[in-house]
Nanobody, 126 residues
Framework: VQLQASGGGLVQPGGSLRLSCVASGNIFSINAMGWYRQAPGKARELVAGITNSNSVIYADSVKGRFTISMDNPKSTVYLQMNSLKPEDAAAYYC?????????????????????WGQGTKVTVSS
């Protein structure tokens, strides 16, 4: 199983970006997908997560500005980021709970899970 993230880039404060992460490989069930971020010199932190029961979690710092969604048939998770601030600048990593045999109903986010994508860098600067 592989996760491929994309959509990062340079944006001005107040701008928007949409990150995407596609899972591929031997996938039977995607139980949950989400995004973490890590800024230089800081610990990796959860940004947002969504489960196969549509339970969603957001970091307090992004509530009202970011929206996570998952398209399960496309094995893709999106992160719509609006009203970006300089403190949102970081490498964003996709994370997923994927099973190759069977599935598990996740009624809440309990990550991080085993599968990680490569980071996609978000820079917020004027």
């Amino acid at each position: 199983v592989q996760l491929q993230a994309s959509g990062g880039g340079l944006v001005q404060p107040g701008g928007s970006l949409r990150l995407s992460c596609v899972a591929s490989g031997n996938i039977f069930s995607i139980n949950a997908m989400g995004w973490y971020r890590q800024a230089p010199g800081k610990a990796r932190e959860l940004v947002a997560g969504i489960t196969n029961s549509n339970s969603v979690i957001y970091a307090d710092s992004v509530k009202g500005r970011f929206t996570i969604s998952m398209d399960n048939p496309k094995s893709t998770v999106y992160l719509q980021m609006n009203s970006l601030k300089p403190e949102d600048a970081a490498a964003y990593y996709c994370n997923a709970d994927i099973e190759e045999h069977g599935g598990t109903l996740r009624d809440s986010w309990n990550g991080p899970y085993d599968y990680w994508g490569q980071g996609t860098k978000v820079t917020v600067s004027s």
